[in-house]
């Protein structure tokens, strides 16, 4: 990777997170308060009051756009952090299962993988209606640890026969030390590069499912909201368009560069 | 001479995907107190499955067929829980891998791993490890082991590497080495060197070593005495003397003549 795309990648995913951390300082207004005047200042295209304009409500795109930030990218870490923790659970209980229980887990994941994920998301909302963020980002969560799970698998498996773990095997070492020396560090990139794309892979969920009405309720601002409340006549006003797209857009990307980043010095090390 | 090991009619089964390999078919040798043997033979012969039958580290996909037995310092290592088994191995045999650059792991300092030979084996005092590895890295002649101790295995060369897998290996002073094909991912140049000072290292703690290898040139040079295996089979037992001037299987026979003729050893007299 460019040494200038690697700091716009890192650049975009501090900017976001720092928005998400900073976002009652950048923005202390409710994201959901109208304007002064409501029938004036609907659709207010940007100006120095309002850096990104106004929604058909009269809300400041800014605020929304930052408050929207904080739980959009919440949702999406603790989606992503409940596929990593699931999948390595998953993943490495199998690795070190005997045959026909690996067997079986492994049976299970694919079963959970073939079900699209985007199926099991509305399924699930069709039951319980529109859910807080939280409660969203499980639902998202437990929907899509199953390919990470065998990607680790996978690589635990490898590791465990690995030239180097058979003869530390071979010197007496206790399987939680080949587990903690040999098998862990082989799965960090994995880990690294699962989270990164379970990221980028929620965060457009999230838009879309938002976006269809059936994700975070409103007025809760998400970046799928603020999509959604460009309304039905989004071309008179492009930046109820444009920012939040451009946000998700260089958001996804970055956090893609980010995943092939955690693949990459294991490749240069191979290499040698 | 009461044996170090006996194997006594070895029989490992590979399960394979549509049939079984009889990888070892009825093998039998004891190999002495420090002593060096010499375990050739083809490809796929069944070397590296006797060897970890031995130190039982065989796959779930092997199984050691009934009425095989291997016997080490006296115990039945076949029957042996994982736990002792465990405690036996780096202590009592030791392995040396053909390819030390996969064998050691990359993400430790070589230092580290020699050390968690002691620390797996009861060492408590992490100090008193690190300082015995460093003492063995320098005895393999690592130059300047103290500092070589903290580098990752990618920064040494490959001689190198095989002399910390010996440092490893010979740390406790085990009194059998499996040593399966030590050098033959090395140069010619620095095979000699690692073979030599695994022969010192050996004579030192009167370790014996299970040598395995396809190359008869290093049997000549190292070995007293050599099995020669062929599809699972042991199908030679002599002295290295015998072996070269006395071949009584044809197979030993091919091999000899398939050798080059400047390895030979020279007829005595
Ligand atoms: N994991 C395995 N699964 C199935 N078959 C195996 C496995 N390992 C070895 N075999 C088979 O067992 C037989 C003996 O293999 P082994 O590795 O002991 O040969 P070797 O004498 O060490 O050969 P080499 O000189 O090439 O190392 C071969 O036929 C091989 O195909
Ligand atoms: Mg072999």
Redesign the pocket.
């Known amino acids: 990777m460019s040494r200038v795309g690697r700091l716009l990648a890192y650049g975009t995913v501090a900017a976001v997170l720092g928005a998400a951390l900073a976002a009652p300082v950048l923005a202390p207004r409710d994201p959901n308060a109208l304007g002064d005047d409501p029938t004036r200042d609907r659709r207010l295209a940007p100006s120095v009051q309002h850096p990104l304009g106004t929604d058909d409500l009269s809300r400041d795109v800014y605020g929304r756009l930052i408050h929207g930030t904080r739980v959009s990218v919440s949702i999406a870490l603790i989606a992503a952090a409940l596929i990593v923790a699931i999948a390595f659970a998953w993943g490495t209980t199998a690795a070190f299962a005997p045959a026909w229980l690996r067997g079986a887990m492994m049976i299970f994941a694919d079963v959970v993988y073939s079900v699209p994920r985007l199926l099991v998301v509305l399924s699930v909302l069709t039951f319980t209606g529109q859910l807080a963020p939280a409660t969203l980002a499980v639902v998202l969560g437990l929907a899509g640890w199953a390919p990470l799970s065998r990607i680790l698998y996978r690589a635990a498996v490898a590791a465990r026969r690995a030239p180097s773990t058979e003869s530390a095997m071979a010197l007496g070492v206790g399987r939680v030390r080949i587990a903690f020396s040999h098998v862990l560090p082989a799965l960090r990139p994995h880990l690294v590069e699962g989270a990164c794309m379970a990221v980028a892979v929620v965060i457009p969920l999230e838009a879309a499912l938002t976006y269809f009405g059936i994700g975070v309720p409103r007025p809760t601002a998400t970046w799928g909201r603020l999509l959604d409340d460009a309304g039905a006549d989004p071309l008179g006003a492009w930046w109820l368009v444009v920012f939040p797209s451009a946000v998700i857009a260089a958001t996804v990307m970055a956090m893609n560069y980010l995943a092939s980043d955690a693949r990459a010095p294991r490749l240069t090390a191979e290499a040698k | 001479m009461t044996a170090l090991l006996e194997v006594e009619n070895l029989r490992v089964t590979?399960?394979?995907a549509q049939r079984d390999?009889a990888?070892?078919a009825g093998v039998s040798f004891a190999v002495a107190p420090g002593e060096v043997v010499a375990l050739v033979?083809?490809?796929?012969?069944?070397?590296?499955?006797?060897a970890l039958a031995i130190i039982g580290l065989l796959?779930e996909?092997?199984r050691i067929e009934p009425g095989s037995a291997i016997r080490f310092e006296g115990r039945d290592l076949l029957r042996l829980g994982e736990p002792e088994f465990r405690d036996l191995r780096g202590r009592r045999i030791a392995m040396v891998f053909q390819d030390a650059g996969a064998a050691l792991n990359p993400v430790m300092r070589v230092g580290e791993q020699v050390a968690e030979a002691a620390l797996v084996h009861g060492e408590r005092d992490k100090a008193r490890a690190r300082a015995m590895a460093v003492a063995m890295l320098d005895r393999v002649g690592l130059p300047d082991a103290a500092r070589q101790a903290r580098a990752y295995p990618h920064e040494l060369s490959g001689g190198m590497k095989q002399r910390v897998m010996l440092a490893i290996a010979l740390l406790l002073k085990p009194s059998l080495v499996i040593a399966?094909?030590p050098t033959s991912a090395l140069d010619v140049t620095v095979q000699r060197q690692v073979l030599s000072l695994l022969l010192e290292l050996q004579r030192e703690s009167g370790t014996a070593v299970l040598m395995?290898t396809?190359d008869l040139g290093v049997v000549a040079e190292t070995c007293s005495r050599a099995l020669v295996?062929r599809r699972?089979e042991l199908v030679e037992s002599a002295t290295v003397d015998d072996l070269f001037h006395a071949p009584r299987h044809a197979y030993t026979r091919e091999l000899l003549a398939a050798m080059p003729r400047l390895a030979r050893p020279v007829p005595p007299g």
């Open positions: 590979y399960a394979g390999v990888a070892v033979g083809e490809s796929g012969s069944g070397k590296t499955a006797t796959g996909s092997a399966d094909e395995i396809h295996m699972g």
